[in-house]
């Protein structure tokens, strides 16, 4: 699950990157599009998983610390690549 954050993380990082060294390409961004949309589809079950990986005890810990990675790449991930 934190590896899908970073790589997500690193695919925004990627297209401003590229952007940057004037290498950024349509047929790039088609490409890291798909990988974040794979991604976002693992992302999306790896909610489903995380009480079968958890205590009770700590579902609440863990669904708050999940809830902040996400929240954290959706915000700061568009930032790096130069949008809004």
Not at 4 to 15: D, G, R, S
Not at 24 to 41: D, S
Not at 56 to 67: D, F, G, H, I, M
């Given at each position: 699950?934190?590896?899908?954050?970073?790589?997500?993380?690193?695919?925004?990082?990627?297209?401003?990157?590229?952007?940057w060294?004037?290498?950024?390409?349509?047929?790039?961004?088609?490409?890291?599009?798909?990988?974040?949309?794979?991604?976002?589809?693992?992302?999306?079950?790896?909610?489903?998983?995380?009480?079968?990986i958890?205590?009770?005890?700590?579902?609440?810990?863990?669904?708050?610390?999940?809830?902040?990675?996400?929240?954290?790449?959706?915000?700061?991930?568009?930032?790096?690549?130069?949008?809004?």
């Open positions: 699950m934190i590896a899908c954050q970073l790589v997500l993380a690193a695919t925004m990082l990627n297209v401003s990157v590229a952007s060294l004037g290498l950024l390409r349509l047929e790039h961004l088609y490409a890291l599009q798909a990988i974040n949309g794979a991604l976002t589809v693992v992302n999306s079950a790896s909610q489903a998983y995380l009480p079968a958890v205590s009770r005890a700590q579902l609440t810990e863990a669904n708050a610390k999940l809830s902040t990675s996400t929240l954290t790449t959706r915000v700061v991930g568009p930032d790096f690549a130069g949008g809004c």
